[in-house]
């Protein structure tokens, strides 16, 4: 056998030896207090109220299901510390609901409290006396879930958060426990580590797994002091973590701080989806009146709201229903309204299918951008093959006003690559977010010679297209206000 072997061998017989006498410590300072409790019966008791009795008759229990435990001789301390835990609870609740307990009572609660705080039990005496001088903890009463395998310990916790102002409602098992979260809106929950079939860790690490779940703060509680089990849990989400037999207001003081992440956690959520349901609304509503990409530039980037703006090589779409002057002087004011949103409704979503801005409404006709605010590496073919696409819902259009014996429509449009400032335009008051410069000019000329159903590009969109397009016969155009020659280009379709 080597050294290494001889050390794990010697370190595994001393870890044996001082559980087994943890165990037996464990027994000794049990053994008295459970016969003084159990030497008592509710009638040499006579003066307690109707809660002191309940208190009592739940302490006598633990008492008489600890007894066997005492007589074995086991080194598992965890049933153990489960009940002596119960025991020093109701014996606290009912040292606080009596202040003047006969002398039999008084002797059986000072025996349970000495006995049960023995180091050997409670591994916390250190500390024991500096938690006990801590005033009682108040705070928001909470939703507690408490999960323990154990019935007196169900009950204990029960009872003793109830009488704090908690709601609390408990679980016999993990899977109790993970059924009862799914279905109610727990503030804390109380795990208990060591449980048959679905133990506290796999409890936790569900918990914690389930996002609707995540922040609902765990705090684990155990009559097992093993550093390892501790670590893992701690690494698994928990929060908190507890030994058997609790002091009751260091649990108090800690669910006081779960509630209050919870509330936390609860406050934070509320308002994000308040930001969410704003942010819908807004783009929802603006929408309606600004490009959803201008909506973002303005929502994702709060400088998009300064006056201002930048160069940008843009490819800019004019379009305008030919005669509809004359249309809309023969025509009611609402079957003229009703026309015109038929129309705009479906040039609004092809333009926006095709990545497009639209600037604005200038009553049938369309001001439409590619390229700004947001960019595309194939901005002018973009723009083309959404004017194809838009000349090709005309015969759709028509179909419907037909149908509702309205005049058939027939639409121009001009495109036109070049550079424009894109920005914000107008005063601190009153802003929109526009395009300047010459090209767009030029592209208002072009679209005024656009004849009905024709699509008309400029020299510049012509050598941003390249090849992948058909043509009509090329035509100059003296532009009014212009003074260069203008070069124009009917586009008919797309190439396969």
Excluded at 16 to 45: F, G, M
Excluded at 372 to 396: F, N
Excluded at 438 to 463: K, Y
């Amino acid at each position: 056998m080597s050294d290494s072997d001889t050390v794990s061998e010697v370190g595994a017989m001393e870890t044996a030896v001082q559980s087994a006498v943890s165990a037996h410590s464990i027994r000794v300072v049990l053994q008295s207090a459970v016969i003084e409790v159990s030497a008592l019966s509710l009638s040499d008791l006579p003066d307690l109220d109707k809660e002191a009795q309940e208190d009592w008759s739940a302490l006598a229990a633990c008492a008489a299901n600890i007894a066997p435990l005492l007589e074995q001789e086991t080194e598992d301390t965890h049933e153990l510390r489960n009940l002596a835990g119960a025991l020093r609870g109701y014996a606290e609740m009912l040292s606080e609901s009596v202040p003047s307990p006969n002398a039999a009572l008084a002797s059986a609660i000072e025996r349970v409290l000495e006995g049960t705080a023995e180091p050997a039990l409670s591994g916390t005496a250190g500390d024991a006396e500096a938690v006990q001088q801590i005033a009682q903890i108040t705070g928001e009463p909470g939703f507690i879930l408490a999960v323990d395998d154990r019935e007196e310990n169900r009950a204990l916790l029960a009872r003793y958060l109830t009488r704090s102002g908690h709601f609390v409602v408990t679980a016999p098992s993990g899977e109790e426990a993970l059924e009862m979260l799914s279905n109610a809106d727990v503030d804390v929950v109380l795990l208990d580590r060591m449980m048959p079939g679905m133990d506290g860790r796999e409890v936790l690490r569900r918990i914690k797994a389930e996002p609707k779940l995540r922040a609902t703060p765990v705090i684990m509680i155990s009559g097992e002091q093993d550093m390892q089990g501790i670590i893992e849990c701690i690494e698994a989400g928990a929060d908190d973590y507890l030994f058997k037999p609790f002091n009751p207001v260091l649990l108090q003081a800690r669910i006081k701080a779960g509630i209050e992440r919870k509330q936390w956690h609860d406050r934070e959520q509320l308002y994000r989806d308040q930001l969410e349901r704003n942010e819908r609304f807004i783009r929802a509503t603006f929408g309606r009146y600004l490009s959803d990409d201008i909506v973002t530039e303005i929502l994702e980037r709060p400088e998009g709201l300064e006056l201002g703006g930048d160069l940008r090589e843009v490819t800019i779409m004019m379009s305008d229903i030919r005669g509809f002057t004359t249309m809309s002087e023969q025509l009611p004011p609402d079957r003229v309204v009703s026309m015109l949103n038929r129309y705009l409704g479906a040039m609004t979503d092809i333009i926006l299918e095709y990545g497009g801005t639209i600037d604005e409404f200038l009553g049938d006709a369309i001001l439409a951008v590619f390229g700004a605010p947001r960019r595309h590496d194939d901005d002018p073919d973009r723009a083309a093959r959404c004017a194809l696409a838009m000349q090709a819902a005309m015969e759709e259009i028509n179909s419907a006003n037909r149908k509702d014996g309205l005049p058939e429509l027939a639409m121009g449009i001009a495109l036109n690559t070049g550079n424009v400032i894109a920005g914000n335009i107008g005063s601190e008051r009153r802003s929109k977010y526009g395009f300047v410069g010459h090209a767009m000019n030029v592209t208002s000329r072009i679209e005024d010679v656009a004849q009905r159903g024709e699509i008309l590009i400029a020299e510049s969109t012509r050598q941003a297209l390249g090849a992948a397009y058909a043509l009509g016969k090329s035509r100059e155009v003296q532009a009014p206000g212009i003074d260069e020659v203008l070069v124009v280009h009917p586009l008919e379709s797309e190439l396969p």
